[in-house]
């Protein structure tokens, strides 16, 4: 089956610096998305893109679609404690009404302030 | 406008105990979607529905495990009987089921199975 592979599996940053995260992929997808979770809650939707290439901000934080589209990069810059949570990818190959997604097993950031 | 809700937000029971987790997903989203995450094995999405109808059920681990949506606003996932091995937390989340729409998850349900 699909998989999707984020590492390393944790990241310890001070708070200001900028942070890049990876999501790979053994497959094709049309759609990746970036959630982030934190502690005692459900992942929250970051960023989609829906474009091979496609480059996408959202505040400090910037996303790209990669033209292989097996992967996919989320930068954050200059990092705050609050950043600290979960990052996941996920990706979606849409056929029709298949809105499956498939989910990386996600970065633990920690920021040092 | 609510979120996905799920109730319990948390649940310890007993090995054999019978376990419903309830899910509302937001009005107006006709895919709902059930997953399950453990620290080994990340989010696993084990089935979901589009017009109340089961489309993918391919993750459900076993036959302990059955989930039903009878309306456009309510689904369950049922473990019967329930095993240590079960206890996680699970997430609910729904779409408008367009290709590419995204899913808004709930807060989940912690399950501790003793």
């Known amino acids: 089956g699909q998989q999707l592979n984020q590492s390393p599996q944790s990241m310890f940053i001070q708070e200001g610096e900028d942070v890049s995260m990876n999501c790979t992929s053994s497959s094709i997808f049309n759609t990746w998305l970036w959630y982030k979770q934190d502690p005692g809650e459900g992942p929250v939707l970051l960023i989609a893109l829906y474009k091979a290439g496609e480059l996408t901000s959202n505040g400090r934080l910037t996303a790209q679609f990669g033209i292989t589209r097996k992967d996919s990069f989320l930068n954050i810059s200059a990092s705050i404690p609050s950043d600290v949570g979960i990052y996941f990818c996920a990706g979606q190959l849409r056929t029709g009404a298949n809105s499956k997604l498939t989910f990386g097993k996600g970065i633990t950031l920690s920021v040092r302030p | ?114």
């Open chain 2, 1 to 114: 406008d609510a979120g996905v809700i799920q109730s319990p937000r948390h649940e310890v029971t007993e090995m054999g105990q019978e376990v419903t987790l309830r899910c509302k997903p937001i009005s107006g989203h006709n895919s709902l979607f059930w997953y399950r995450q453990t620290m080994m094995r990340g989010l696993e999405l084990l089935i979901y529905f589009n017009n109340n109808v089961p489309i993918d059920d391919s993750g459900m681990p076993e036959d302990r495990f059955s989930a039903k949506m009878p309306n456009a606003s309510f689904s369950t996932l049922k473990i019967q009987p329930s095993e240590p091995r079960d206890s996680a937390v699970y997430f609910c989340a729904s779409s408008t089921g367009l290709a590419g729409q995204t899913q808004y998850f709930g807060p989940g349900t912690r399950l501790l199975v003793l």
